[in-house]
């Protein structure tokens, strides 16, 4: 069983910055990409950004330029640093791994509980 726990999130002026963490714990064999999707009120869940295992990432064009997302294999983690947050940026942030569990033949997609980012003055 692989479990996600997220943090990080808040409230914020906007503007300012957030920097959001999510860690895999338990029985992990291997992890491939990783990624963070934003859902707000209303709205239908997306994709906000991805990391590979290679490093290689990939963005929204809503958050290009402001959100870096990165990894740190060793701890089985992924961040999320968010700067110039804007007011329609606030959501709840869910984290999302694509690995192994306990055997290669246990691939899964697994989710985090979420953080809720509100950015509002």
């Known amino acids: 069983q692989v479990q996600l726990v997220e943090s990080g999130g808040g409230l914020v002026q906007p503007g300012g910055s957030l920097r959001l963490s999510c860690a895999a714990s338990?029985?992990?064999?291997?992890?491939?990409?990783m990624g963070w999707y934003c859902q707000a009120p209303g709205k239908q869940r997306e994709l906000v950004a991805s990391?590979?295992?290679?490093?290689?990432?990939s963005y929204a064009e809503f958050v290009k330029g402001r959100f870096t997302i990165s990894r740190d294999n060793a701890k089985n983690t992924v961040y999320l640093q968010m700067n110039s947050l804007k007011s329609e940026d606030t959501a709840v942030y869910y984290c999302?791994?694509?690995?192994?569990?306990?055997?290669?033949?246990?691939?899964?997609?697994?989710w985090g509980q979420g953080t809720q980012v509100t950015v509002s003055s």
């Open positions: 999302n791994v694509d690995g192994y569990g306990s055997s290669w033949f246990d691939r899964n997609n697994y």
């Open positions: 338990g029985s992990i064999l291997s992890i491939n990409a």
């Open positions: 990391i590979t295992s290679g490093g290689r990432t």
